[in-house]
């Protein structure tokens, strides 16, 4: 007997793809699909109705990104175990996703039989991933090096606002706009995890200590 049956929303801009999961779910007892979003935007008009157990929510949509549409679900408050459901297994949407608070980061070619077993096992309160995943995230944790997700124009700038220089300087050193250095820099703030220019400083410095001559 099943003491508790699971309320499900998947987001995914495919109706295929919605409707495959949807019949996988509906084959076991525990779940019950509560919601359909296409798109972001629309999961969010939808979950404060509905106020699912269970979120899967697809990557790659059209519009709002689901990564974008994850942090509007938790900056909204949304309490649900949300499981990204995508084909990419990029290390960088896995930290991005991961970070932004996804609570299991599960790939779509994985055994229908594999995938309700690692939903159960989210719905019970479980961090969930597929078996590459776990391993960029064990070795995350070995990097050590918190600048392995910033892109080499991202680090062009961080480098040169730790020598002190203004968004200006920085442009005009490395010959883009003002407004592209506000968004590298932006970018950099959110995969580094800390809020000001002078942390993401700190953070540089502490890891790029200049060598005693």
Do not use: C
């Amino acid at each position: 007997m099943v003491n508790h049956t699971h309320t499900v929303m998947i987001i995914d801009d495919h109706p295929l793809m919605r409707r495959g999961i949807k019949q996988l779910l509906e084959l076991d007892p525990a779940f019950r699909v509560v919601a359909e979003a296409s798109s972001g935007s629309e999961a969010l008009a939808l979950v404060a109705r509905n106020a699912p157990d269970l979120i899967l929510l697809d990557l790659n949509m059209k519009g709002m990104s689901g990564l974008d549409t994850l942090k509007a679900l938790r900056s909204d408050g949304v309490a649900a175990r949300i499981i990204v459901l995508t084909v990419s297994d990029a290390r960088s949407d896995v930290y991005a996703l991961v970070d932004a608070g996804a609570d299991g980061y599960l790939l779509k070619d994985s055994e229908p039989e594999v995938l309700l077993a690692n939903l159960h096992r989210a719905a019970e309160g479980e961090g969930v991933f597929s078996e590459v995943v776990a391993e960029y995230l064990a070795s995350r944790g070995e990097q050590a090096d918190p600048f392995a997700t910033l892109t080499e124009r991202e680090l062009d700038v961080l480098q040169e606002v730790a020598r002190g220089l203004s968004n200006k300087q920085v442009a005009a050193r490395l010959s883009i706009s003002e407004e592209t250095v506000k968004v590298h820099i932006r970018n950099l703030l959110r995969k580094l995890d800390v809020r000001s220019r002078v942390a993401a400083t700190v953070l540089w410095l502490a890891h790029h200590k200049p060598s005693q001559g």
